[in-house]
C-alpha cells in the first residue's frame, strides 16, 4: 500500500514550451502533497506544498507563476513548468502523505527528469 | 530557515564493515525520518523516529533520535553491496502534515 505514481518519469522539452508532471496517491487519499527539486548530486530541495481544493505555498525563492501547481483531487497533484529554460531542467520529485499511516511519513514518487533543451 | 547538517558526505567502505552518519539541525525537529535513494528514483523511507531518546531498528539499520532533538544518527552494520546508494536524513516539525526538510545526503560506495 501508499504507493505514488509520478508521470512522466522522463520528458525533454524545448525551450520556452511547458511541462506538465503529475502526481497520483494510488491506493490512498492525500489531502497534501509536496514538490522537490534535486539538482545532481544534491538534495531535494522543497519547493511547494500542494493542498487539496486550495491554493499551494510555495518555499522562499520560488516562482509561483513560473511553477504551477494544481490540485484538484485528493488523488492528483500536478506540477507544471513553464516557459521552460535548460535552468529548469532537474529532477523532480513529489511526496504524499497518507492520513491512515501519517507515522509511517511521507511516500515519494519515482520521480521525473526533466531535460529542457 | 531549518538546516540539516549531515556528515560525512560520503564514504568509502570494505564490504561487511559497519557504517555510521549523522544529522545535526540548527533547530528542534520532532520527528526524524531516514531514507535511502537510488540512482533515477525517489527516495524510500528506511526509519522513522518520534520521540526524543528513541532507538529503532529496521534489520541491519539502526538509527537513534537525539536527546536536544537537534540530532539523530543512522548506522548500519555489515555492509553488503545493495547498501550502496545515498543517504538522507530529514527531519519534520510534526507527524503527519508538516512539510520535511531533507539534509545534504550521504553517499555510500562499496569497495570491491
Known amino acids: 500500500g501508499a504507493v505514488v505514481s509520478q508521470h512522466p518519469s522522463r520528458v525533454i522539452c524545448k525551450s520556452g514550451t511547458s511541462v506538465k508532471i503529475e502526481c497520483r496517491s494510488l491506493d490512498f487519499q492525500a489531502t497534501t502533497m509536496f514538490w522537490y527539486r534535486q539538482f545532481p548530486k544534491q538534495s531535494l530541495m522543497l519547493m511547494a506544498t500542494?493542498?487539496?481544493?486550495?491554493?499551494?505555498?510555495?518555499e522562499q525563492g520560488v516562482e509561483k507563476d513560473k511553477f504551477l501547481i494544481n490540485h484538484a483531487s485528493l488523488t492528483l497533484s500536478t506540477l507544471t513548468v513553464t516557459s521552460a529554460h535548460p535552468e529548469d531542467s532537474s529532477f523532480y520529485i513529489c511526496?504524499?502523505?497518507?492520513?491512515?499511516?501519517?507515522?509511517?511519513?511521507?511516500?515519494f514518487g519515482s520521480g521525473t527528469r526533466l531535460t529542457v533543451v | 530557515g531549518q538546516q540539516l547538517n549531515q556528515s560525512p558526505q560520503s564514504m568509502f567502505i570494505q564490504e561487511g564493515e559497519d557504517v555510521s552518519m549523522n544529522c545535526t539541525s540548527s533547530s528542534i525537529f520532532n520527528t526524524w525520518l531516514w531514507y535511502k535513494q537510488d540512482p533515477g528514483e525517489g527516495p524510500v523511507l528506511l526509519i522513522a523516529l518520534y520521540k526524543a531518546g528513541e532507538l529503532t531498528s529496521n534489520g541491519r539499520l539502526t538509527a537513534q533520535f537525539g536527546i536536544t532533538r537537534k540530532d539523530s544518527f543512522l548506522n548500519i552494520s555489515a555492509s553488503i553491496p545493495s547498501d550502496v546508494g545515498i543517504y538522507f536524513c530529514?527531519?519534520?516539525?510534526?507527524?503527519?502534515?508538516?512539510?520535511?526538510?531533507f539534509g545534504k545526503g550521504t553517499r555510500l560506495h562499496i569497495l570491491p
Open positions: 500542494s493542498n487539496e481544493g486550495s491554493k499551494a505555498t510555495y
Open positions: 530529514a527531519g519534520q516539525l510534526s507527524s503527519g502534515r508538516d512539510k520535511i526538510i
Open positions: 511526496s504524499a502523505n497518507n492520513l491512515q499511516r501519517i507515522n509511517y511519513g511521507y511516500t
